[in-house]
């Protein structure tokens, strides 16, 4: 089962990169209160901000405690040029195209960086 949700979580962690080196967007949750974030599954005392490459994958996960946010896009190039390098500052990490059971890869801002310049 643990082997599935890894398989799983790596293909949509693919899916985003293709997705946004191609809409140029990226889909966050937004509330008044500012945007989601939640704690590691991996890591204590870490923090992940998700994204999605989808506005329909992020509405997803708009859900019970998380039902106030709504989906937010941030250009691709804003996303690259201020927001990783913050969360890198910040020592956050990045949840991309979790799911609505909050599943999904956690990687470093500077690795998500990398990946998205080269496609």
């Known amino acids: 089962m643990e082997f599935d949700l890894t398989i799983n979580s790596k293909r949509r962690y693919e899916n ?3 997705r946004v080196t ?6 966050g949750l937004k509330s008044e ?3 989601c974030v939640c704690e590691s599954n991996e890591y204590e005392e870490t923090e992940v901000m998700l994204f999605w490459s989808d506005e329909a994958y992020a509405r997803q996960c708009a859900i019970e405690e998380w039902s ?3 989906p937010a896009s941030i ?3 804003e996303f690259m040029d201020s927001w990783l390098y913050g969360m890198n500052q910040d020592g956050v990490l990045v949840g991309v195209n979790w799911n609505a059971k909050l599943i999904g890869l956690e990687v470093e ?3 998500l960086f990398k990946e998205l310049e080269e496609n």
């Open 75 to 77: 250009s691709l190039q």
């Open 68 to 70: 106030h946010y709504k």
């Open 33 to 35: 209160d500012g945007w």
């Open 22 to 27: 191609e809409s140029k967007l990226v889909w």
């Open 16 to 18: 985003f990169i293709k």
């Open 109 to 111: 801002s500077y690795d």
